[in-house]
């Protein structure tokens, strides 16, 4: 390591970073967040995948979890929009962001439009598209505004839980943590090895109550578990 590399640097919160940070701060401060956690069975998951890259499919875990999170959004309909002006504005169609980490300590999170009308491999497809163009820097304004609800992945980390920051004004986001193995009751009097998950949701409790959020989450970890 060079003089240069192990000197201590002041980085100004400017350009990217700064609207990042000063977007973070607005969401806390404006916002009621509350953040749900739950564990979530992963075995159907992985071999729902397995199955599909047997079959030429071109889709990540990722992929699948955000399939499953449409899915459940079309059930909890509260979940799904924005808080503005004190008033909630409910999304019919799912405009579902992911929270993309770039180079240079940046975050993105664009909106994948219409998410609830396109197959599992089209909505694949439209998520590299866009991570594509946010590495290069071609995301357009409404991209990154106009989504109605946001999922950020820190599955491939080490991290099993987080309390991600609501993507404001929107009113829910969902934080993915590390597929890990684990001992789980079988329900059966024994306990068995299992491919489990963390999963996140925070909410606005402003717009969303505990209970119905909670709901989400425990249908959605449901979901996830059960859809092959």
Same mark, same amino acid.
């Given at each position: 390591m060079s003089e240069e590399e192990s000197a201590d640097r002041v980085v100004p919160l400017r350009g990217a970073r700064g609207m990042i940070a000063d977007k973070m701060r607005r969401s806390l401060g404006e916002t009621a967040q509350l953040t749900h956690h739950a564990d979530c069975g992963a075995g159907a998951l992985l071999a729902c995948k397995v199955a599909l890259i047997g079959a030429g499919a071109n889709v990540s875990v990722e992929d699948l979890i955000i399939d499953r999170v449409v899915a459940c959004l079309g059930r909890y309909p509260d979940? *799904?929009?924005v808080l503005r002006e004190r008033e909630i504005h409910l999304s019919a169609a799912i405009h579902?962001?992911? /929270?993309?980490a770039l180079p240079e300590n940046l975050l993105m999170a664009p909106a994948i439009f219409n998410s609830e009308t396109m197959t599992l491999e089209a909505r694949a497809a439209a998520r590299r598209e866009l991570a594509g163009r946010a590495r !290069? *820097? =071609?995301l357009t304004?409404?991209?990154m505004t106009g989504g109605t609800f946001t999922v950020s992945n820190l599955g491939l980390s080490r991290v099993r839980y987080f309390t991600p #920051?609501?993507? /404001?004004?929107q009113i829910a986001i969902l934080g993915i943590g590390q597929i890990y193995q684990a001992p789980w009751p079988n329900g059966k009097g024994g306990i068995d090895l299992?491919?489990?998950?963390g999963l996140s949701l925070t909410f606005d409790h402003q717009a969303v109550d505990g209970a119905p /959020? !909670? !709901?989400f989450l425990s249908d959605l970890? =449901? #979901?996830i578990e059960t859809t092959t």
């Open positions: 979940l *799904n929009g579902l962001c992911v /929270a993309m !290069a *820097n =071609k304004v409404h991209e #920051i609501l993507n /404001a004004p299992r491919h489990m998950m /959020a !909670a !709901a970890c =449901k #979901i």
